[in-house]
């Protein structure tokens, strides 16, 4: 199986893990983040930054969030994962979990802030629970994607 087909089975199955666990509400893992971070750190050739800006704007379109915040989102945080890829790769399981919880902290105070701007704020600061439960779930997504890369030789 090639390496596109594999990463794009993996970026929709997170897509389907989000709307399945959506009933959670901010208890709910960003399934999405997690798995585009995972393909950046493993493959960086393998996503660039406009494939992460559509899947934000398909985050967009899923959620029923304004059209483009999800993108920008996206797009930030994936440009600064890729240009740290080297160093973050480098980091124990239990380090990166952590810089996962202040980048995903960073997305949802930028979601807010953007959100509160255009007067459309309906959110809580109950969303930071979302960062807390993502890096819990790192470790999990780690492993099963890693396991997904060396069966399929996804370089």
Do not use: C
Request: proline share 3%; hydrophobic share 55%; no cysteine.
């Amino acid at each position: 199986m090639s390496s596109f087909f594999v990463v794009t089975l993996s970026l929709l199955f997170s897509i389907v893990l989000t709307i399945t666990t959506f009933p959670l509400g901010h208890f709910s893992p960003d399934w999405i983040h997690l798995f585009l971070i995972y393909w950046i750190l493993a493959t960086p050739a393998s996503i660039s930054l406009v494939t992460v800006w559509v899947i934000g704007l398909l985050v967009d379109v899923v959620l029923g969030s304004t059209l483009g915040v999800n993108a920008l989102v996206y797009s930030l945080i994936g440009y600064l994962v890729f240009k740290s890829y080297m160093m973050i790769r480098y980091l124990t399981i239990l380090q990166q979990a952590i810089l996962i919880l202040f980048l995903l902290s960073v997305k949802v105070t930028l979601i807010l802030w953007i959100d509160e701007m255009m007067g459309t704020s309906n959110y809580t600061f109950s969303l930071y629970y979302t960062p807390v439960i993502s890096s819990l779930a790192w470790p999990l997504v780690y492993y099963f994607l890693r396991n997904l890369r060396r069966r399929y030789n996804i370089i």
